[in-house]
């Protein structure tokens, strides 16, 4: 499917930094050193309900590491998915009576309409997961050949115990992970299966549901983690850059499907590094569908809430850490944003070279963005006390915050 327009990207003077970043499977901060491609599969959404903040913030973390090697002049081949078929867009269109393909339409268009307010650099390749279908079967197909999945009631499950690797993603004891799994979208107590935390990697066809041709698999409907490890391995191959989503997928779906792909191709990791967004919450609890306790992206724009004030608000947290969304939040980011807006208007300035570097500086050490804001916070400060005849500045200040943060002001 097709994603959404790019904002353009200013070039910078001088140089870019190689980005150090958090990777869930060592537990530490790894330098990735992209080739002349750098290569990022980032989770996309199930489009059954309208993009949050918690989205958007991860969305968010995602486009500055892509903003911090656009910087050292490196291309970037960017992949997201759309799980436009499981269990929770069937459940949602069945409650609101609605055709589930027409909920997923609807909600795809509505994410691509937020992601484009927010300036959020579109992926190269935008893959739903019914579109995916053809490159599954075979891959679910390998798996059992390979005596890695096997069949219960029609259903297909992959066998934990086939990777000797299972585990390293998420370095959870196996306690935590039956917990998570249950929440998460597993069936840990379904009878029959060999270990509680096989998940399903093709589901039979169930009466009232759609279905697709699954070859020697039967009719049915593919399972979560295979979706992401298919879409990644056709578009990117093994061994890329990041794979990325909230810190609610490192268990299990990229746990899960590190493993698939570890015996596909025998290769660990599919992703140098696994690099996982905090979660955003309301009312002290994580913002999440199920729970409803959201603020739409949308719902903000409607009210004429100027978007760039939301990317603001996002980019105020460093990626990693849980934090709560408050009015107050907003209105800093607003109140910031004003602020920004009058200095950049202003004929001069002090010099802007040494703030550029501080943005890079912020930005390439695990992605922190609260301190590139108050590294541009300080500049327009020293504006207002001190002056200064730079009458470059501005611009460059403008055009800086525009390619590593993707504020425009
Ligand atoms: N379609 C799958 C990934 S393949 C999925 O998790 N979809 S989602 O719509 O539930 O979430 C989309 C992304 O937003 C995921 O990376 C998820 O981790 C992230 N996310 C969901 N809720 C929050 C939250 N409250 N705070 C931060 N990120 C969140
Ligand atoms: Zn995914």
């Known amino acids: 499917m097709y994603a959404w327009p790019a904002s353009e990207v200013p070039a910078l003077p001088g140089q870019g930094r190689d980005l150090r970043i958090h990777d869930t499977a060592t537990g530490g901060l790894v330098t990735l050193d992209p080739g002349p491609v750098a290569r990022i599969y980032v989770c996309g959404i199930t489009p059954y309900d309208a ?52 909920l997923a339409e609807k909600e795809t268009a509505l994410f691509r309409e937020d992601m484009t307010a927010l300036r959020m650099l579109p992926p190269r390749h935008y893959i739903g997961a019914v579109e995916a279908i053809p490159g599954i079967v075979p891959l679910v197909e390998r798996l059992r050949d390979a005596g890695a999945a096997y069949e219960l009631d029609g259903d297909t499950y992959f066998s934990v115990e086939s990777d000797p690797d299972f585990g390293k993603v998420s370095g959870l004891d196996a306690a935590a992970m039956r917990l998570l799994s249950a929440e998460r979208g597993g069936d840990p107590d379904r009878p029959g299966k060999k270990n509680p935390l096989d998940p399903m990697l093709w589901m039979a066809a169930r009466p009232g549901e759609p279905s697709w041709d699954g070859g020697s698999l039967g009719r049915g409907r593919p399972g979560w983690h295979i979706e992401c490890v298919a879409i990644a391995l056709d578009h990117l191959g093994m061994g890329f850059d990041v794979q990325g989503g909230g810190s609610d997928l490192a268990f299990p779906h990229h746990e899960m499907g590190a493993s698939h792909a570890q015996v596909l191709t025998g290769e660990f990791p599919m992703a140098k590094a696994y690099v996982h967004a905090g979660m955003v919450a309301l009312h002290g609890e994580k913002m999440s569908k199920s729970k409803g306790n959201l603020v739409f992206v949308s719902r903000l724009r409607r009210d004429g809430v100027d978007p760039v004030g939301i990317r603001l608000a996002l980019l105020a947290h460093h990626y990693r850490a849980d934090w709560e969304w408050t009015d107050q939040v907003l209105q800093d980011a607003l109140a910031r944003l004003d602020r920004w807006r009058a200095a950049v208007s202003r004929p001069d300035g002090p010099s802007a070279e040494a703030l550029v570097e501080e943005i890079r500086d912020a930005l390439a050490s695990d992605l922190d963005a609260p301190a590139a804001l108050a590294a541009v916070d300080r500049w327009v400060a020293r504006q207002d006390t001190e002056g200064g005849t730079d009458i470059g500045a501005p611009g460059i200040v403008s055009r800086a915050v525009d390619a590593l943060l993707g504020v425009a002001l």
Do not use: C, S
């Open 51 to 102: 993009t949050h903040m918690g989205h958007a913030a991860t969305y968010n973390a995602f486009d500055l590491v892509q903003r911090v090697w656009l910087d050292t002049k490196r291309q970037v081949h960017y992949v997201q998915n759309v799980t436009d078929i499981d269990d929770p867009l069937l459940e949602r269109a069945e409650r609101d009576d609605i055709d589930w393909a027409a």
